[in-house]
């Protein structure tokens, strides 16, 4: 019995070891065969009854056999990528169970793995870095400091700069410039976004109308939100209650995450201050259980879509369907969420139809929790005004889009995101449709960094930060590894070391 | 105080000590306790890092007042605590620095100083005994009084109060646990039972132990802990087919051979494992077919390495300093795994040169490299086929027998042990051995005051005797003396006595050899017999000397010395009819060959015989159920029809 590898194509009716690229281990005579017909005294004899493993390592390109858990030690090297467990019988009768891994091996496997685990660790831990003095830290510093002054953290990026002693390339003015514009996109404020960006780079937009475009579209979306400048202020709250961008989890990819904390906290402090001045709107936006203030929440849906109805025929004819349904069914709500079942695909028709339930139960369960979100779930904040600009508004975005496929061709991005936006309309409740997702406040993100990305060219630095850059490769490193077959991306990913 | 006043050089150097030096002193004496500790303090500060200032205060005295401050009942923690870490700070100096702290009597006051309560000032106490007994100059004995510090140790609670430091957060208080168990474990049995059973954190310490051996642990971490596994293990705590040794202890130390490792780490690591698989076959099996172990092995003859001599001084000097350490470790790993197996012998000796270098090593100079050397071939020796093969080509006996001339007891005792299996009739290489001397240097070996040289040395001259001519017995027997003989026959070593019964059998074999020893020695050999049948002695060493008789029996003249001596014929008598068949075979054996048909004499014999009643005895014994002694006595009854 032989016991080996072949590569694909191999002659299957002799024992592995033989042929070329073939590697076996025999057990009548205890040797071990590598491609050829002459064996090397390797180890022991085998036969009935024993268990031999075979391990390639595919970081070394190695080979070793085990017997009965015993290490035989290494039998090839430099062995070649894409090999096969195979093996060969040449006694009649001869019977061989595979194990390849449904049972527990014999040999202590996990341990090997756990070694060499800890021997790709401590490579990458001890890889070589510049040999100057210093040179490697001054590095460091420099990626540090560049991320901080990309994600506009001015304060810790002046104080970081200070202590190691570094320049920080960007004047401070114009890092706070970015960090007032990002925070504005952040805190879902447009409009003020776009006109501040129009004001302090005053050519940038028109260079790049698709980007205008996106933060329209984005715009929108804030309006729809409730959260816009525009429709705040026609909405008389106060203009930061509506402001409901949370911190993020993610320590790394948002870079929002310390700009927007002092504001959150601010915000949940007049939040409270103002939901005095909705009290009747409180009672509205448990509505799916109070019948007094459903009508008035079903009313200023039933404007806004009746508004809509043209321009968004023009988009899809069956959304205004929906939206006709709606209205026709009035507050029967169940209806409408049938409906829209129908319209959309199967599996959002079932999502629809079992998440309306449960948001009812959840309303009924964690009433006082939920009062708060509530609050700002009314399209636009709620303000009849708010929503006449808002439609308005969708008309000009109309517009634009349209303006811009005749100057610059078709863009199905563009076209997918205005599509995407105006179907927040098509919901009752837009923030639990499945369009939803637009307006968590996560999605600014992208936004707020393909912005601030298209300021920092324009002072000819980097898209991107440095550090960040060297994640993407690093990963894409390890991709790329992993695709030629260099085993040892097996044992290190980018995350390990973001503590 | 001898740290007072030490030399008149000393003195000289005094007088130029600064008056700050005096100063320091001086205010140790201050009647107000709080200006006594601000003086240690400043101390404190002036001696850190400054030896010169170091060796001034101890000239002056300071040594005598801080131990006396220390040890003052009336003395504060605080006071107390910064004496001790001034001292601590003496004893980082100069070797004098501890020499001197040691004649002052430190030892004791800074371990009375452990039984406080306060634990700063037991850390400074641990520090200042640590300092001064990691010290080269400092004597162990002084810590350690009683000859089993183990058992000391063990009744103090130590494995309790150690084993949950295994689990410390910090990788060196787990380390320096771990060490501790090693050896604590070490060849004691008691620890090591108690270990088996001991729980931390819910898991067994052998279960600790075998995590720790995991191949991501520091190689440290892994060695020490196949350490305790194999002590527990040699100790009989936990079997040799255990899990814990077979699939994780054994191969881990078969790592730490590897060519990975650091030559401190790969002596360490074959030497345990020498340890570990030494009493048992089974794992000598396992560990020989484990990753090329034996072919591993033949590494570590190669340093320095010719590349380490040319590139790298400083790697040379590694190199050469651990030459010996890992020279003498595969050695003994060789003898461990040859210990019992045919084919892992063989393997052995076809690797690469090996026999060279074992022959090669039992001329070394480090004693340690040479008695390895020694320790494998020895165990080689036991096989047959090498025997007759690489060890006459290799000419072993001619390095062996330099090293039999002159080397200490250690290496003598295996040596000669292994000249024993050289001796063996088969052996090709009895006859050279014979040449150049053998026979006067093992008749030295059995006057040595070692009776394990006594043993091997009559053992030897036993195995030499086997079917040898009449030269050679001759030689041994003039080379012995009969004095001797009778000295080895009297031994108190029960090994020594039987060897000796053996030497004189094989002296006494063919006629011509029996009639000719008999008619020079056979007064004497008669008188030894005579004593140790009539002694206190197991059936063996009656057998044998039954057998000797037997022989003498078979001579032609010989035989007379029996006929004509009425007190052995009585004796042989009184063997026949004993309840122990092997004695009753062997008196037997005796009376065959005296009634003996076809030989001068026959007829007398066996009519003295009969008148003694012998003739009777032997028709009892023809009816006896033991098929063996009913057939030798009708044989001998049928001497009598002839």
């Not at chain 1, 493993?53 to 039998?75: D, P, R, W």
């Not at chain 2, 027998?401 to 040596?415: F, G, H, R, S, T």
């Not at chain 2, 001259?461 to 080895?488: P, V, W, Y």
Request: hydrophobic content about 35%; aromatic content about 6%; some cysteine.
């Amino acid at each position: 019995m032989g016991i080996g590898l072949s590569a694909q194509g191999v002659n299957m009716n002799r024992l592995p070891g033989w042929d070329k690229h073939s590697y076996g281990y025999h057990g009548d005579d205890g040797h071990s065969f590598c491609s050829s017909g002459t064996g090397q005294p390797y180890g022991p004899t085998f036969t009935t009854g024993d268990v031999i493993g075979c391990c390639v390592n595919l970081i070394n390109n190695t080979c070793f056999y085990t017997k009965n858990g015993h290490s035989l030690g290494i039998a090839f090297t430099d062995l070649p990528p894409n090999l096969y467990p195979t093996v060969g019988l040449q006694t009649p009768g001869e019977v061989v169970d595979a194990n390849f891994g449904q049972h527990p091996f014999v040999f202590d496997i996990e341990d090997y793995m756990r070694e060499w685990r800890t021997k790709i660790q401590a490579q990458i831990d001890r890889f070589p870095i510049g040999d100057r003095e210093g040179e490697w830290q001054t590095m460091i510093q420099k990626m540090v400091s560049s991320y901080l002054v990309h994600h506009g953290y001015c304060a810790t990026a002046e104080a970081f700069a200070r202590s190691t002693d570094q320049t920080v390339l960007e004047e401070l003015a114009s890092i706070k410039n970015r960090q007032r514009i990002q925070k504005l996109v952040l805190a879902g404020r447009m409009g003020e976004a776009i006109e501040t960006t129009q004001q302090l780079y005053p050519s940038l937009l028109e260079r790049n109308p698709n980007l205008l475009f996106t933060l329209k579209v984005r715009q929108f979306i804030e309006m729809v939100n409730g959260t816009d400048s525009e429709v705040r202020c026609l909405g008389g709250r106060s203009p930061k209650s509506q402001d409901s961008y949370p911190v993020s989890p993610r320590p790394f990819s948002s870079p929002s995450m310390s700009p927007s904390h002092g504001m959150n906290i601010h915000n949940l402090a007049s939040g409270k201050g103002s939901t005095a001045h909705f009290s009747g709107f409180e009672g509205c936006s448990n509505g799916v259980i109070s019948n007094k203030a459903h009508p008035a929440y079903c009313h200023s849906k039933h404007q806004s879509s009746n508004l809509n109805v043209p321009e968004l025929n023009s988009i899809n004819m069956s959304r205004s369907q929906q939206v006709n349904n709606f209205t026709s069914n009035d507050v029967d709500m169940e209806t409408d969420h049938y409906s829209n079942g129908v319209g959309e695909t199967s599996s959002n028709g079932f999502l629809n139809g079992s998440s309306k339930h449960d948001h009812e139960m959840e309303d009924c369960d964690t009433e006082m929790e939920v009062d708060s979100s509530q609050l700002r779930r009314q399209l636009c904040g709620g303000s009849q005004a708010a929503i006449e600009r808002m439609i308005h508004f969708g008309r000009e975005l109309q517009a634009m889009s349209e303006q811009l496929r005749r100057e610059c061709g078709k863009n199905t991005v563009n076209k997918k995101m205005l599509k995407d936006a105006f179907s927040l309309l098509a919901y009752s409740d837009p923030w639990n449709s499945p369009v939803g997702n637009q307006l968590d406040p996560i999605q600014r993100e992208p936004v707020c960094s393909a912005l601030n990305s298209a300021i920092l060219e324009t002072h000819n630095l980097p898209k991107q930060p440095p550090l960040a850059l060297a994640m993407g490769q690093a990963t894409q490193c390890l991709g790329l590894m992993a695709r030629s077959g260099i085993g040892s991306c097996a044992f290190a990913t980018v995350e390990d070391y973001l503590h | 105080m001898a740290c007072l006043l030490e030399t008149p050089i000393r003195m000289s150097v005094l007088s130029e000590v600064t008056a700050s030096s005096r100063h320091y002193v001086d205010r140790l004496f201050d009647p107000d306790p709080q200006k006594v500790l601000q003086g240690v303090i400043d101390m404190k500060n002036a001696v850190i890092g400054n030896n010169k200032q170091k060796a001034n205060l101890i000239v002056l005295g300071a040594v005598p007042r801080l131990l006396y401050l220390l040890q003052q009942e009336t003395s504060s923690t605080e006071l107390k605590t910064e004496c001790a870490v001034v001292l601590g700070s003496l004893a980082m100096g100069t070797e004098n620095n501890v020499k001197s702290l040691l004649d002052c009597h430190i030892i004791p006051a800074l371990l009375q100083g452990l039984l406080s309560s306060d634990l700063k000032f037991i850390e400074a106490c641990l520090r200042c005994l640590r300092t001064i007994f990691t010290s080269p100059v400092t004597p162990e004995e002084l810590l350690y009084t009683g000859p089993d510090h183990q058992t000391i140790l063990f009744n103090h609670g130590a494995v309790q109060n150690i084993a949950h430091l295994l689990t410390s957060v910090s990788y060196k208080v787990r380390m320096q646990a771990l060490k501790c168990f090693s050896v604590l474990a070490f060849e004691n049995p008691q620890v090591s039972m108690t270990l088996v059973n001991v729980l931390v954190d819910g898991e067994l310490l052998p279960q600790i132990f075998v995590k720790m051996l995991q191949r991501d642990k520091p190689i440290e971490m892994q060695l020490t802990s196949a350490k305790c596994l194999t002590y527990m293990c040699r100790a009989g705590a936990i079997r040799t087919d255990d899990n814990c040794i077979v699939l994780k202890t054994l191969p881990c130390l078969v790592r730490m051979c590897s060519k990975e490792r650091l030559l401190e780490e790969r002596v360490e690591g074959a030497e345990t494992l020498a340890y570990l698989i030494e009493p048992d076959v089974e794992l000598q099996r396992i560990a020989s077919i484990t990753d090329h172990l034996i072919a591993m092995l033949a590494d570590y003859f190669k340093y320095p390495s010719s590349v380490s001599a040319i590139t790298d001084i400083k790697r040379l000097d590694h190199d050469l300093k651990h030459a010996h350490e890992l020279r003498q470790a595969a050695f003994k790993l060789y003898a461990s795994l040859g210990a019992n197996d045919e084919d892992i012998r063989k393997k052995i000796i076809e690797t690469e040169n090996m026999m060279d270098r074992i022959v090669t090593g039992l001329s070394e100079s480090s004693v340690k490299v040479r008695l390895a050397a020694v320790r494998c071939l020895h165990s080689l020796s036991r096989s047959v086929q090498q025997l007759r093969t690489s060890f006459q080509d290799h000419a072993v006996w001619k390095p062996l027998m330099k090293v039999l001339q002159n080397a200490p007891d250690e290496i003598l005792v295996v040596a000669s042990s292994m000249l024993c299996n050289l001796l063996l009739e088969f052996s090709p290489s009895k006859e050279p051995i014979l040449e150049s001397g053998a026979v006067e240097l093992l008749c030295g070996l059995t006057q040595s005051e070692n009776p394990a040289l006594r043993v091997n040395g009559i053992w030897a001259l036993m195995n030499m005797a086997f079917q040898a001519e009449q030269k050679i017995k001759a030689d041994i027997l003039r080379s012995l003396s009969t004095e001797q003989l009778f000295r080895l026959l009297s031994d108190s070593d029960l090994n020594v006595l039987m060897k000796t019964l053996g030497l004189l059998r094989n002296l006494l074999s063919t006629r011509p050899h029996i009639d000719k020893i008999m008619s020079t020695h056979g007064k004497q050999i008669m008188q030894a017999v005579t004593l140790i049948l009539e002694g206190e002695h197991n059936i063996e060493v009656k057998e044998q000397t039954l057998c000797i008789l037997a022989n003498i029996a078979d001579g032609t003249t010989a035989k007379e010395l029996i006929m004509t001596n009425d007190d052995i014929l009585q004796k042989i008598k009184y063997y026949m009819g004993h309840s122990h068949v092997k004695l009753q075979l062997a008196a037997m054996v005796c009376i065959s060959n005296l009634v003996w048909n076809e030989e001068e004499g026959s007829q007398e014999r066996q009519d003295k015989l009969r008148d003694m009643g012998i003739v009777d005895i032997l028709h009892k014994l023809s009816q006896s159920p033991d098929s063996n002694l009913c057939d030798k006595a009708k044989t001998a009854l049928q001497q009598y029809l002839a």
